[in-house]
């Protein structure tokens, strides 16, 4: 069974960055993808990044192309979430998925964290 840790959410101005880390526990993770979700009050969870094992195929949403930025340390087993030029919009429970597919459809079809708070205050 694999364990996710979400961390590096909190209250941010417009503009502002935060960097989230997810850090996988608890199995082996040859070949598994990472990525991240959010979850704004009110809507569905939509898909924001994700990376795949070699990180040679990397997906964004048109909504964080060129402010996001999704990387994964070298033991493979924790994913990053840069995120920049912070908007309202972006306030949201972000969510860390870590399974074998990484296509904006096919991510939310692993293994999900707890998730983290990200605000943005106008």
């Known amino acids: 069974q694999v364990q996710l840790v979400e961390s590096g959410g909190g209250l941010v101005q417009t503009g502002g960055s935060l960097r989230l880390s997810c850090a996988a526990s608890?199995?082996?993770?040859?070949?598994?993808?990472m990525g991240w979700f959010r979850q704004a009050p009110g809507k569905e969870r939509e898909f924001v990044a994700s990376?795949?094992?070699?990180?040679?195929?990397?997906y964004y949403a048109d909504s964080v192309k060129g402010r996001f930025t999704i990387s994964r340390n070298g033991a493979k087993n924790t994913v990053y979430l840069q995120m920049n030029s912070l908007k309202p919009e972006d306030t949201a429970v972000y969510y860390c998925?870590?399974?074998?597919?990484?296509?904006?459809?096919?991510?939310?079809?692993?293994?999900w964290g707890q998730g983290t708070q990200v605000t943005v205050s106008s």
């Open positions: 998925v870590i399974g074998p597919r990484v296509s904006p459809v096919q991510a939310r079809l692993g293994s």
């Open positions: 608890g199995r082996t993770f040859s070949s598994y993808g």
């Open positions: 990376i795949n094992w070699s990180g040679d195929t990397i």
